[in-house]
């Protein structure tokens, strides 16, 4: 089976759906298999995108994709950092 990626818009609205069905009383487990997608799945995307506007997802995802970014180039330029100082030091 081939794993379906969602966007964070495309999950908000699931869960619209999700909550809509679940106070309608229907289960999670029911949901989710309705849905094809595993009940703690939906729980982590609960968790993660619950109460929150497709516009604020978006921004969401936008800043953690910048963050990630961010985080690879500190560690370059600490590794970089640490290659300078050794050079520096002698011991080459």
Do not use: C, H
Not at 23 to 30: F, K
Not at 59 to 66: C, I, P, Q, T
Not at 84 to 89: F, N, P, V
């Amino acid at each position: 089976m081939m794993k379906k990626s969602y966007k964070p818009e495309q999950i908000v609205r699931l869960l619209q759906d999700v909550e809509a069905q679940l106070a309608a009383g229907a289960s999670l487990r029911e949901v989710a298999k309705q849905l094809g997608i595993n009940p703690g799945t939906l729980s982590r995307w609960q968790r993660r995108y619950g109460g929150v506007q497709v516009d604020e997802a978006r921004r969401m995802f936008v800043l953690e994709k910048e963050n990630l970014r961010l985080k690879r180039i500190v560690a370059e330029l600490e590794l970089d950092k640490s290659i300078l100082k050794e050079a520096l030091s002698g011991k080459y």
